[in-house]
């Protein structure tokens, strides 16, 4: 007679659930409270993820919050309003761009703020680089209402930076010689040597 195999149950594959980024945070709160000596690696990885930048993809990502931009969106919250008033066209173009750019300026200062000085300098050249991109690349139909947006906010980028960085001049240095590589036009205009 044949040999009988004995059947096992096989382990349950473990399920991943979709969960929103508050929901991960309590998930990290409560293996944190439930493991203390995973403290040290949970800052060390949460330090790992803040500080990761990529300057090409900040400056993709730049360069497409403006690009997406389209007249058509200014015209229509531009003009006469129903509740009476008017609302120029230029100045919904500036709410607009202001409006696509601050999220850039928010990752500056929080960098900044919390003494993170390389992914500060680091996302200020992905910034440039994508303001420049966009300076000399912009294919959307907005790109009329953009003209000076993009000099004007990196000379205020830079401007910012060297007055929160007065002694570094070995990040100056740094900064200058991407503008050259990446920002030719705007190496000497913003950055004395």
Same mark, same amino acid.
């Given at each position: 007679m044949g040999?009988t195999?004995?059947?096992? =149950? ?8 979709? %969960?929103?980024? !508050?929901? $991960?945070l309590? !998930?990290?709160?409560?293996? =944190?409270?439930?493991? @203390?000596?995973?403290? +040290?690696?949970? *800052? ?10 990529s300057?090409?993809? !900040?400056a993709?990502?730049v ?13 229509e919250?531009s003009?006469?309003?129903w509740?009476?008033g ?13 409006e696509?750019?601050? @999220?850039? *300026? ?7 703020? !919390?003494?993170?000085? $390389?992914?500060?300098l680091?996302? %200020?050249?992905?910034v ?14 907005? +790109? ?5 947006? @993009?000099?004007t906010?990196?000379?205020?980028? *830079?401007?910012?930076? +060297?007055?929160?960085? @007065?002694?570094? +001049?070995?990040?100056l ?12 036009s ?6 004395? =040597?």
């Amino acid at each position: 007679m044949g040999t009988t195999t004995k059947r096992t =149950k096989r382990a349950k594959p473990t399920k991943s659930h979709p %969960i929103s980024g !508050v929901q $991960a945070l309590q !998930v990290l709160s409560m293996l =944190k409270q439930n493991h @203390p000596e995973l403290e +040290s690696e949970i *800052l060390q990885l949460s330090s790992r993820v803040f500080n990761d930048v990529s300057i090409e993809d !900040v400056a993709q990502e730049v360069y497409y919050a403006l690009n997406n931009l389209e007249a058509h969106d200014c015209w229509e919250a531009s003009g006469r309003q129903w509740g009476g008033g008017y609302r120029d066209e230029y100045e919904v173009a500036d709410e607009m761009i202001r409006e696509a750019f601050s @999220p850039f *300026l928010f990752q500056i200062n929080t960098f900044h703020t !919390v003494g993170e000085f $390389a992914s500060e300098l680091a996302y %200020i050249e992905g910034v440039l680089m994508g303001l420049y991109r966009f300076q000399k690349e912009a294919t959307t139909d907005f +790109s009329d209402y953009t003209e000076d947006y @993009p000099d004007t906010f990196a000379s205020d980028i *830079l401007s910012d930076w +060297s007055h929160r960085h @007065p002694d570094d +001049s070995s990040s100056l240095e740094t900064l200058h010689s991407f503008l050259s590589e990446k920002c030719p036009s705007w190496a000497d205009s913003f950055i004395a =040597k």
